[in-house]
């Protein structure tokens, strides 16, 4: 497993599709959900120009520190995203990453698939990967540490389905990234980090994990999980 930082509040860093269009997609898609008019209509923090504040929500959105397992998935691709137009304060568009790679003597990897129902839908995968960390646990010994799930196609949440609907969460999605799966990969994720303890997936009711996958090219989607610990 790699874990890797950006060490800004004005960039980002994701994992999405090794698409060379992505870059360009990603990019219009940023500038609609936060478009820099709104650093002279209402923001606050704007001392660094027209591009300050929208440049910190956009690094809020996509996220500082992104993970992938390795070897990296060949269709996939570790992406900076600069959201300043002249490079962060002080520092230009010069960026400084911190990547870690986990001890691969304390990791065993599994990988289960998840059937995805329907085109446009969401797939509760709670059930699959709780049981897949439980048997984990009991080959392996290892019952403490961290559960990383990544998803090969598509995007993953942990979502409180008391409070939302699979409908709701895809029309949200259809507003907040119209152009698909791409853009909704990077503003949920592509891999989540879950704690575990006594050999169980800490993943507190009513929260649940949830996997979207807008367009799907085939039946199921494959979810690899490492468990890393003691």
């Known amino acids: 497993m790699s874990f890797t930082m950006i060490q800004h509040t004005s960039a ?15 990019e219009s898609f940023l500038n609609r959900t936060v478009p820099e008019k709104w650093n002279r209509e209402f923001f606050e923090h704007t001392d660094e120009g027209p591009d300050d504040m ?12 992104a993970s992938l397992p390795l070897p990296v998935p ?18 230009g568009h ?27 839908g969401w797939q ?26 990544h998803a090969a196609a598509g995007a993953l949440g942990c979502v409180d389905p008391s409070r939302t609907t699979p409908a709701a969460l895809t029309r949200a999605l259809a507003v ?16 989540l980090a879950l704690p575990v303890a006594d050999g169980r997936l800490l993943l507190s009711p009513p929260l649940a994990l949830w996997l979207l ?18």
């Open 74 to 91: 060949a269709d996939e691709e570790l992406y900076v995203c600069e959201h300043r137009d002249v490079g962060g304060w002080g520092s």
């Open 12 to 26: 980002a860093v994701t994992v999405n599709t090794a698409d060379p269009a992505f870059g360009e997609a990603m």
């Open 124 to 149: 509760d995968a709670t059930a699959q990967v709780s049981a897949t960390v439980a048997d984990a646990a009991t080959a392996t010994g290892c019952h403490t540490g961290v559960c990383h799930v």
């Open 54 to 65: 929208p440049a910190h929500a956009k690094c809020s959105i996509v996220g500082c520190v």
């Open 213 to 230: 996958d807008a367009i799907p090219k085939t039946d199921s989607v494959l979810l690899q999980l490492t468990l890393m610990g003691n």
């Open 94 to 120: 010069s960026r400084s990453l911190v990547t870690i790679v986990e001890n691969t003597d304390v990791k065993k990897r599994w990988t289960v698939s998840v059937p995805v129902v329907t085109a446009g």
């Open 176 to 191: 907040a990234a119209p152009a698909g799966t791409d853009e909704a990969r990077s503003v949920l994720a592509a891999s």
